[in-house]
């Protein structure tokens, strides 16, 4: 694989997608700064197109709101909604944490989603302001109709009803698993590899 962003970290890379739309699969991944990254390659030369792709910058993100700065930081899932024939992007934000230089906050973690009419953008976000987040612990409900203890939300994958290279879903009803935990107890120490996740769902719907 070919680089061409040069400020990548060290060229980690993590997080990796791969969605295909008629003649191409699409390769997308994160290296923990705001950027969000795109390859490509004709589906016959799948897999092995890679090697020769060039990289692309598809997203960069991050902001400041009411709480603090953010940033996209990674776990890209991409879909294609069949509803409208768009692409949907739910992507996992973060904020620094309050202690450690150049670090982020594990115990503060949130999704927003972007949509684009192609996999090779451009890229809009889908939340009416640029502080508010489609998925974020502070608007999140019990089914008892009670606020939610869970700290962050990580990680996200749709249930979809179809497995195949487009990663499609219906429409804009999303049922969403993630991992989260309480992070109310969780110190500013905190051992990344010790922290208690478990695995939730969240919907952006309601039968009632």
């Known amino acids: 694989m070919l680089r061409t962003d040069k400020q990548a970290k060290d060229d980690f890379w993590i997080d990796f997608w791969v969605i295909c739309d008629e003649r191409k699969a699409h390769l997308f991944y994160a290296d923990h700064t705001d950027a969000f990254f795109r390859m490509e390659t004709p589906i016959e030369k799948f897999p092995e197109g890679f090697a020769a792709a060039h990289e692309q910058l598809a997203i960069k993100a991050s902001g400041t709101n009411s709480t603090s700065a953010w940033t996209f930081h990674e776990a890209s ?11 949907l992007a739910l992507l996992e ?26 996999l090779e953008g451009p890229w809009r976000r889908i939340e009416a302001e640029g502080g508010e987040f489609l998925g974020e612990p502070r608007w999140m ?9 869970l700290g962050q939300v990580s990680h996200p994958e749709l249930i979809r009803a179809g497995n195949n290279e487009r990663m499609e879903i219906e429409d804009f009803r999303l049922q969403v698993l993630f991992q989260a935990f309480d992070a109310s107890g969780t110190p500013d120490s905190y051992d990344y590899h010790s922290l208690p996740w478990s ?9 009632r």
Do not use: E
């Open 77 to 87: 899932h991409i879909y294609r909604v069949r509803q409208t024939g768009q692409y």
């Open 93 to 118: 934000g973060t904020y620094a944490h309050p202690t450690r230089k150049k670090y982020w906050d594990s115990r503060n973690r949130f999704l927003f989603g972007m949509v684009a009419d192609r």
């Open 141 to 149: 409900f019990s089914a008892d109709g009670m606020r939610t203890k």
């Open 199 to 207: 695995l939730f769902l969240m919907r952006n719907f309601s039968d």
